[in-house]
C-alpha cells in the first residue's frame, strides 16, 4: 500500500520543491508563472495555509489559500504528471476542508476553474461538490502553460460550502437518470459536430427558449487540449459557443452544478435555474434514480 501523508510545509527546501510541484502539475514552461518559494513560506507563516501531499516519501502535490473576508481562498492545488487519477487532488482538498474548519471556522472555501476543462469540471462539480454563479470572461489574462496557452483563461468562482449536505453526503455514489433530466425538460445550449473526428459547436438554441427551460446542459469536449492540439479554429469555436452559455445562464440566475457523460468526445456541465438552499440540501433531482 503506499503512504500518503498530507501536512503543512515548513522547511525552506519543501517551499523549494513546491514550486517543482507547480511546474510539474501544470507543465509550466515558464518559472514566473507558478508561485515562488519566498512568498509560499511568507504565506505559510502570516496566516495562510500551505499543505504538502507526501506520496510514499515524495512531494507530490501542493495545495494553497488564504482567508479572505468571510470565506477562504484556495489559490491552487495539483498533483505531479505521473502521480494524477489516483486520488491524491481529492485527499488534498479533503486535508484542506479539515483545516479550514478546524483553524479558521469558515464553512465556504472559493477558487477559480475552467468550465471547458472536462476533468475539473468533473472534478469540482461532481466529486467535490462546489456550486458557482459567478463567470469571468479571460480571468487571469494570457497564460501560457500547455493547459491554458492559447483558450484564454475564463473562470467560473467555484463555492464550496463546508458543512453542506451536498458537500458531506453521498450523492457521488449515485448514477445520474437521463430520464429526470427529461422529465424537468433539460436542453442544450447547443449541438456538438464533429469534423474529421474533431467534436465542434454546432447551432446554438435560441435564448428565450434557454431561459424558459429550468435545467440546461452545455457540452465540453472530453478533451479541449487536444481539440486546441488538432485544430486552433476549432478549440476557440469552443471557448466562444461556451462563453456565450454560460454568460448568459449565470447572469440568468442559473446555478453550474454538475458535471454528467454526454455524447462520443464530450460532457455536458449542467446548469439547474433554482435557489442555492435547494442545491445544497442533497442529491440534484437526476442524481436520485
Not at 501536512?7 to 514552461?29: H, T
Not at 473562470?155 to 437521463?178: D, M
Not at 430520464?179 to 442544450?188: H, I, N
Request: contains cysteine.
Amino acid at each position: 500500500m503506499p503512504e500518503i501523508v498530507v501536512r503543512k510545509l515548513a522547511r525552506p527546501e519543501e517551499f523549494l520543491e513546491a514550486v517543482e510541484v507547480q511546474k510539474k502539475a501544470w507543465r509550466m514552461n515558464d518559472y514566473r508563472e507558478a508561485a515562488p518559494a519566498h512568498l509560499l513560506r511568507a504565506l505559510a507563516d502570516n496566516g495562510g495555509l500551505v499543505l504538502g501531499l507526501f506520496y510514499n516519501g515524495r512531494l507530490a502535490g501542493i495545495s494553497y489559500g488564504w482567508p479572505a473576508s468571510y470565506y477562504f481562498y484556495s489559490h491552487a492545488t495539483g498533483v505531479v504528471e505521473g502521480e494524477k487519477y489516483r486520488g491524491l487532488g481529492y485527499t488534498l482538498k479533503e486535508a484542506q476542508r479539515e483545516h479550514v474548519l478546524r483553524e479558521y471556522g469558515f464553512s465556504l472555501a472559493k477558487w477559480t476553474f475552467d468550465p471547458l476543462q472536462s476533468l475539473n469540471s468533473r472534478f469540482n462539480l461532481a466529486k467535490l461538490g462546489v456550486i458557482a454563479r459567478e463567470y469571468y470572461v479571460d480571468y487571469y489574462g494570457e497564460i501560457t502553460d500547455p493547459i491554458n496557452k492559447g483558450l484564454g483563461t475564463d473562470r467560473v468562482k467555484a463555492e464550496w460550502w463546508l458543512t453542506s449536505e451536498r458537500v458531506i453526503g453521498e450523492r457521488r455514489s449515485t448514477k445520474p437518470c437521463p430520464r429526470v433530466l427529461e422529465e424537468l425538460g433539460a436542453v442544450a445550449a447547443f449541438g456538438v459536430e464533429s469534423r474529421e473526428g474533431v467534436p465542434r459547436p454546432g447551432a446554438r438554441r435560441r435564448e428565450e427558449e434557454l431561459l424558459n427551460a429550468e435545467v440546461v446542459l452545455v457540452p465540453i469536449p472530453r478533451s479541449i487540449s487536444a481539440v486546441r492540439d488538432a485544430s486552433p479554429g476549432i478549440a476557440r469555436e469552443w471557448r466562444e459557443a461556451t462563453r456565450w452559455a454560460y454568460s448568459l445562464l449565470i447572469n440568468n440566475e442559473y446555478i453550474l452544478v454538475d458535471n454528467l457523460d454526454g455524447g462520443i468526445g464530450y460532457t455536458l456541465n449542467v446548469l439547474w435555474k433554482t435557489h442555492p438552499s435547494t442545491v445544497l440540501q442533497g442529491p440534484e433531482p437526476w442524481r436520485r434514480c
